[in-house]
């Protein structure tokens, strides 16, 4: 069936846009109803030690923020101890060093490697962005009241109303975000011996709280966030992709499980806040987006599962799933299953990104073809074009929604993407059933993209273990584990359990990447990045392909600093002196000024060939505990 570019401009929806934007517009996304306090970044880079709010408003450190004093900055961190968020300073000092570090030795902030490969337009954060206005720092421990029993301070001179207590904090997380230009995930590796474990950038995704503020950053007019992994090792993220650093903040760790269900109305309320700004703006590709994205934001969270965003929809008569489409039409301002919106998507693309088996149902019925494929890139969401229902479907885990594309006679092959097939995207989310779902309608388990990268190799970049040990189950004895730790340390497989569970499958933890092998157009690509790396290019993937032919597991798990994995191979024996295609090695990496931020356990292993403290760390890192493995 031949797609239609939509024209409608009096759906319902279009002419509920046109009445928001007739509307006045508040000063502010979110209104600011509770004081945000915040501390000068010269305040912060003198400080010794990580103190409570109470004192800090008591003594005029922290103040209340307000738009004309300058920019603002948040940091989401990862709590060091159960009491206090970081009791020796770890956290705080790397803080300190990688602000200094940004606004005095570099000339902009690197995107991530994967941020830069699937967002060709995304540009880098130059650092003087952080010189150009005074910067305040919002940090939990400072700006929310933690000492419960302690009189507050009265509020600020000239303001009236209540004063800030925990609760109001918690409620106006997403309004702070809004108001900071700048997002700061703090996550340095620490060791915390009496508790064996080991932070990282990994636990710090896996946590429901530091989820939570990702999402509202992903919510907010710049979506884009620094990852500091170490004091000079910073990252620019962008994108929503939804196995970018974590999944949803309802399948996150919370040490208290009753916050879920505090946070669920913030992150409704945040999402919905966000669809009625791009309404009001007629960005009506972002909206379709975001709606159908609604159910992945909210997964296990105790919200409604229905979100009527366009008021006065009324059902006619008809079936279970021609009432779902009449709805569903309505919500997203389409008026036929063949329509395609600006942005090259169909209805059945944004109903298979919401996994609303209903639509799906009724949109087939109506003669959808399972097979449409979207006509252009989605950076909204990373999907690039030419996918299929099917794999956005897997991507997200709607694996019902999956199991009727199927029914209808989706494709289940190579033709279900050219960059994102579906075996490829379920293995990247993670999605171990989907992947059983695709292999048992006849999709083979060595299914590779059209850059030559296996399923397998793409669960592996990702650190999906669930994905690896069902992908392995399906090949059996024909599993090819060739480049998988590789491709683990090259993009986000910073895993511990994974690199010993590939170890113990017997991948080769010494494996040089090998450019003979990869498809025509990965080679000219490494080629031209590589040039424009000699010419001068400071992009992360200028650096890492100029470096990648010939590399180990271990050396590009030390080019992206991924620190934990490092740790992993070095326990398992990998060697310490391999040179890739340049003449480097990974201990090349802890060397000159930037090396000194390598952490000390790794800087031990390279300096006097110790593997103990490397032990320690990844056993550490482990969810079950360090096994020991030999071959």
């Not at 709805?327 to 998507?345: C, I, M, P, Y």
């Not at 490494?526 to 032919?549: C, I, M, N």
């Not at 398992?572 to 003449?583: E, I, P, Q, V």
Request: glycine fraction near 6%.
């Amino acid at each position: 069936m031949l797609c239609c570019t939509t024209s409608a401009t009096s759906t319902p929806l279009a002419l509920y846009a046109r009445s928001l934007a007739r509307q006045v517009e508040e000063v502010e996304a979110v209104p600011m109803t509770v004081p945000m306090y915040v501390v000068s970044m010269e305040q912060l880079l003198k400080m010794t030690e990580v103190r409570p709010h109470e004192r800090l408003l008591a003594e005029g450190i922290v103040v209340e923020f307000r738009d004309n004093m300058g920019k603002a900055l948040f940091v989401s961190h990862q709590w060091v101890g159960t009491q206090h968020p970081d009791p020796e300073g770890t956290q705080l000092r790397v803080l300190q060093q990688a602000l200094r570090f940004a606004m005095s030795e570099i000339k902009y902030i690197p995107l991530d490697f994967v941020t830069e490969l699937s967002i060709p337009s995304a540009k880098g954060l130059p650092a003087a962005a952080l010189l150009s206005n005074p910067v305040f720092v919002w940090y939990d421990y400072f700006s929310c009241p933690q000492l419960e029993g302690m009189q507050q301070e009265d509020p600020p001179s000239g303001r009236n109303g209540p004063r800030l207590t925990l609760a109001d904090a918690i409620s106006s997380i997403p309004t702070y975000i809004a108001a900071c230009s700048f997002f700061v995930a703090l996550c340095p590796i620490i060791q915390l011996p009496q508790q064996s474990q080991v932070l990282s950038p990994g636990t710090w995704a896996a946590r429901g709280w530091c989820a939570v503020e990702r999402t509202c950053r992903e919510l907010s007019r710049d979506e884009s966030w620094i990852m500091v992994k170490s004091p000079t090792h910073l990252e620019l993220v962008l994108g929503k992709r939804s196995t970018a650093y974590g999944g949803p903040p309802g399948e996150g760790k919370f040490t208290v499980p009753e916050d879920a269900d505090k946070l669920a109305p913030v992150l409704s309320n945040a999402v919905h806040r966000k669809l009625l700004d791009l309404l009001r703006a007629q960005d009506f590709v972002s909206y379709r987006v975001l709606l159908n994205l609604r159910p992945v934001y909210l997964r296990g969270l105790r919200v409604e599962d229905t979100c009527q965003v366009v008021p006065g929809f009324h059902e006619d008569a008809g079936s279970l799933y021609s009432l779902a489409v009449q709805r569903f039409f309505f919500q997203n301002g389409f008026t036929a299953v063949d329509e395609t919106d600006k942005g090259g998507w169909s209805p059945l693309h944004y109903a298979a990104l919401s996994g609303d088996t209903d639509s799906v149902r009724g949109l087939l019925a109506q003669r959808a073809d399972p097979n449409c494929k979207t006509k252009k890139d989605m950076p909204q969401v990373e999907i690039p074009s030419s996918t299929s229902p099917l794999s956005i479907c897997v991507l997200h885990n709607h694996n019902e929604a999956a199991r009727v594309l199927i029914a209808a006679r989706a494709w289940v092959d190579g033709r279900s993407g050219v960059v994102d097939p579906a075996l490829t995207t379920a293995a990247e989310a993670n999605n171990a059933e989907g992947i059983r779902i695709l292999c048992h309608a006849g999709c083979s388990p060595h299914l590779k993209n059209s850059l030559g990268i296996s399923a397998l190799q793409s669960a592996c970049a990702s650190g999906c273990l669930a994905a690896v040990e069902q992908l392995v189950a399906q090949a059996g004895e024909t599993v090819d584990l060739s480049g998988t730790l590789g491709c683990a340390m090259l993009y986000r497989g910073d895993n511990a359990d994974l690199v010993f569970r590939l170890a113990e499958m017997r991948a080769d933890v010494n494996e040089p990447t090998n450019m003979a092998s990869e498809p025509p157009v990965v080679r000219l690509w490494v080629k031209l990045k590589g040039l424009q790396y000699k010419l001068g290019s400071a992009t992360t993937s200028a650096r890492v392909f100029y470096h990648a032919p010939g590399a180990t597991p271990l050396f590009l798990a030390m080019l992206t600093a991924q620190y934990t994995g490092a740790a992993a191979l070095i326990a398992l024996g990998a060697r310490l002196d391999t040179r890739n295609a340049r003449g480097w090695t990974a201990a090349d990496f802890t060397r000159g000024p930037e090396g000194q931020s390598v952490p000390e356990f790794l800087r031990t292993a390279f300096r006097d060939r110790s593997r103990i403290e490397c032990q320690r760390v990844a056993g550490s890192a482990c969810t079950d505990g360090y096994v020991e493995h030999s071959f």
